[in-house]
């Protein structure tokens, strides 16, 4: 069993940076490809960003590539997303979970919000 708790939202003005966590409890978390999702208001959730299990190969949605930097600790069970150059539109509830995705691994989320 897994579980995974988000952390590190908060409400930023445009151009700012955040910096996500998600920590993972359970002993397979090193062997799952992760990912990033968000759902912004009266939006489907949507795939940001993947980083399979050891690191070494990533991928990210076009709206957010060149600014968004997946990666992880599997000694910490934690990944991270830092999102730089933050846009109004990268305003969402923002997720991590296995990829592809388990339905038992989602978690509260973290809220981020860009505004002036």
């Known amino acids: 069993q897994v579980q995974l708790v988000e952390s590190g939202g908060g409400l930023v003005q445009p151009g700012g940076s955040l910096r996500l966590s998600c920590a993972a409890s359970?002993?397979?978390?090193?062997?799952?490809?992760m990912g990033w999702y968000r759902q912004a208001p009266g939006k489907q959730r949507q795939w940001v960003a993947t980083?399979?299990?050891?690191?070494?190969?990533?991928n990210y949605a076009d709206s957010v590539k060149g600014r968004f930097i997946i990666s992880r600790e599997n000694a910490k069970n934690t990944m991270y997303l830092q999102m730089n150059t933050l846009k109004p539109e990268d305003t969402a509830v923002y997720y991590c979970n296995s990829v592809p995705t388990t339905e038992s691994y989602w978690g509260q989320g973290t809220q981020v919000t860009v505004s002036s």
């Open positions: 980083i399979m299990p050891t690191g070494g190969s990533t």
């Open positions: 359970g002993s397979i978390f090193s062997i799952l490809a």
